[in-house]
């Protein structure tokens, strides 16, 4: 928490002096503009081999989770349709705030002017080219070329071919895969460290060109994407009440306590003892609630998907690029997968894992995501809150399905 704090501070300091220096010091902010690029770039750099490694290592767990039998086989099923189902939700509820409270004009031509050298990675092309796009004739090209959405197609493909073999055959590329994330997970651990520096750095730069707009842009930002995870957690109460046969006032008091550690800890985690003892309380049966969670802690975060397309959509919207439908859809799929390969990560290092493919996959710059990392400490309240709640919604639905509920 103190670093995140730090890293938060740093972005105000550094906007703030920006705004007091404006247009006095041109060198002091080209050179602040330089150091903020060396640490953007050093987060880029890490993205394409990280989500590969991550994507291969989590569909093999969650393989290997699957073979324990039926119970289990429908836990993930259910989550794996409630990731796409939140990811398709930001596609049409992200649009639809932004479309009512935009970000006045003046505040996105000033940011638009600050990140100047921010980029779109690329035009989505026409929908049957897309199609055609999907299946890479070379990976290695589209992992260079940052053809992000159809490396996940492939790597998808190449991490289920590896189930198939025997566990002879497959651990030891399991093992190489998961030495080869967790060094990558090291690597941008060193570059996250500069975080405040790098931060620092571009919100000077950011304040100096832009000003006071910087602040009404993240606030704004804040509160479209909160609104987002709200739409989640709202869900959690909708399935425990449809799915579950639970009333939402019953819920609520079994949650609070698990919401309450959500909220504080920031930790699905550490919420997971509150959880448990949440759901036995509304009738869920021990042979339910001691598979469904820990499952629903170790690969399941129902905000994933949708909040980080939200993100990539409010980047797309700060930046005047124009979303079409195939552009959204190619932000949902790559939402929905890549979401279960970050699910173990820190939410810091998880932000840019998961925000930047689906970035890249929409043809939006990825250059803003550097500033918004530094005030994600206020959307993931709401991204844990939501989590929680829906993992213990899932746990009931799943327990009246299976007939483990009184």
């Known amino acids: 928490m103190l670093k995140t704090l730090l890293v938060l501070g740093a972005l105000a300091i550094g906007i703030a002096l920006g705004m007091a220096i ?29 989500v590969v490694t991550l994507l291969v290592t989590g569909i093999l767990r969650t393989a290997q989770m699957a073979s324990a039998g039926r119970l289990t086989v429908r836990a993930i099923a259910t989550m794996i349709a409630l990731l796409w189902a939140s990811a398709a939700m930001a596609a049409i509820v992200t649009p639809a705030l932004l479309t009512a409270f935009p970000l006045p004009e003046a505040a996105r031509a000033a940011l638009r002017g600050a990140l100047a050298t921010a980029q779109p990675t690329g035009e989505v092309p026409p929908f049957t080219e897309f199609l055609r796009a999907l299946v890479p004739t070379n990976p290695v090209a589209a992992a260079a070329n940052d053809a992000i959405l159809p490396l996940i197609i492939f790597t998808l493909a190449f991490a289920f071919a590896l189930t198939r073999l025997s566990p002879d055959q497959r651990a030891p590329v399991q093992g190489l895969f998961a030495a080869i994330a967790d060094a990558m997970i090291i690597l941008i651990g060193w570059v996250l460290a500069l975080a405040p520096i790098g ?60 919401q309450a550690v959500a909220i504080s800890t920031q930790s699905s985690l550490a919420s997971l003892p509150a959880m448990l003892t949440g759901v036995r309380a509304l009738g869920v049966g021990e042979r339910t609630a001691d598979v469904v969670l820990p499952i629903a802690v170790a690969l399941f975060r129902a905000t994933g998907p949708c909040m980080n397309l939200a993100v990539a959509i409010y980047v797309a919207h700060l930046m005047g690029v124009e979303l079409g439908p195939v552009a959204l859809a190619a932000g949902v799929a790559a939402a929905a997968i890549t979401t279960m390969g970050a699910v173990s990560l820190p939410g810091s290092i998880s932000f840019i894992s998961s925000i930047a493919p689906i970035c890249i996959a929409m043809g939006v710059p990825v250059e803003p995501l550097a500033l918004l990392l530094a005030i994600e400490v206020f959307p993931d309240i709401m991204r844990t809150l939501s989590n929680v709640t829906m993992d213990m919604a899932v746990t009931t639905t799943i327990a009246r399905a299976e007939g483990d509920k009184e």
């Open 22 to 50: 404006g247009g006095n010091a041109p060198g002091l902010v080209n050179g602040a503009d330089v150091v903020g690029s060396l640490w953007l770039r050093g987060l880029q750099m890490t993205v394409v081999p990280l």
């Open 199 to 258: 931060v620092f750095a571009l919100g000077l730069v950011v304040g100096s060109r832009a000003g006071v707009a910087a602040f009404g842009a993240l606030g704004h930002y804040v509160l479209v994407v909160t609104s987002v995870g709200g739409v989640v957690w709202i869900s959690g109460f909708a399935l425990a009440w449809i799915g579950g046969r639970t009333g939402p006032l019953t819920f609520l008091r079994a949650s609070i306590p698990a």
